[in-house]
């Protein structure tokens, strides 16, 4: 299995606080991915990193920050969490970009109250 | 954008039976992945296939890129194949860089 942990597994904030969630990689892949799942929208992606300090965003980017200051770690941050935050967050690496494949860490249920 | 449509949405076997999940997808891509998403929520990585056949115990898969379609099969089905099945293709280019577009998913509910 590809060595990605994500911390938290599971959070309950409060609206209005800011949250933020690792992803950690062990297998020094360049691209790291952020992505929400929600009921009837699938998986889409929020933010992405294809390097240390270079970062861009994805289709749903409102509201949440990211950095990456070493290979292995790459942080998303809800800034000011709202209840329209609340979903299943997963991280994703690859390798490369064509003909690689994408890993996903376990997830994180994130509720906001 | 590139569209990925999965069938059937839903799918409910009994133990033993074997089952055929297609992913469509509208323009060439050069990635194809499958995933299993089990009762725990975690996505399993299944087959990179863009094209070709591959297996893996009681799993294969096939894409047909040049017809924009690929099959899942899942011979003799166990309840611990529950979940849901995914296909996700790269974004086109210009695009965010490694971008997995997702289907919706085929929902299996196997009954012991």
């Known amino acids: 299995d590809a060595g990605i942990t994500q911390s938290p597994r599971h959070k309950v904030t409060e609206t209005g606080t800011p949250v933020t969630l690792r992803c950690h990689q062990t297998e020094n892949h360049r691209y790291m991915y952020w992505y929400r799942q929600d009921p009837g929208h699938g998986l889409r992606l929020i933010h992405y990193s294809y390097g240390v300090k270079d970062t861009d965003k994805g289709e749903v980017s409102d509201g949440y920050s990211v950095s990456r200051s070493k290979t292995e770690d790459f942080l998303l941050t809800l800034e000011s969490a709202t209840s329209s935050q609340t979903s299943v967050y997963f991280c994703?690496?690859?390798?490369?970009?064509?003909?690689?494949?994408?890993?996903f860490g376990q997830g994180t249920r994130l509720t906001v109250v | 954008g590139i569209q990925v449509e999965q069938s059937p949405p839903d799918l409910i076997l009994q133990e033993g039976a074997n089952s055929t999940l297609r992913c469509n997808f509208s323009d060439s891509v050069n990635n194809l992945q499958w995933f299993h998403q089990n009762p725990w929520g975690q996505l399993i990585n299944l087959f990179y296939?863009?094209?070709g056949t591959k297996q893996n115990g009681r799993l294969s898969a096939t894409t047909v890129a040049t017809e924009r379609y690929s099959l899942l099969y899942i011979s003799s089905s166990q309840t611990t194949d529950s979940g849901v099945y995914f296909c996700a293709v790269d974004a086109p280019y210009g695009g965010s860089q490694g971008n997995l577009i997702f289907g919706k998913g085929t929902k299996l509910s196997v009954k012991p």
């Open positions: 994703a690496i690859r390798e490369g970009l064509a003909y690689t494949e994408a890993f």
């Open positions: 296939i863009p094209s």
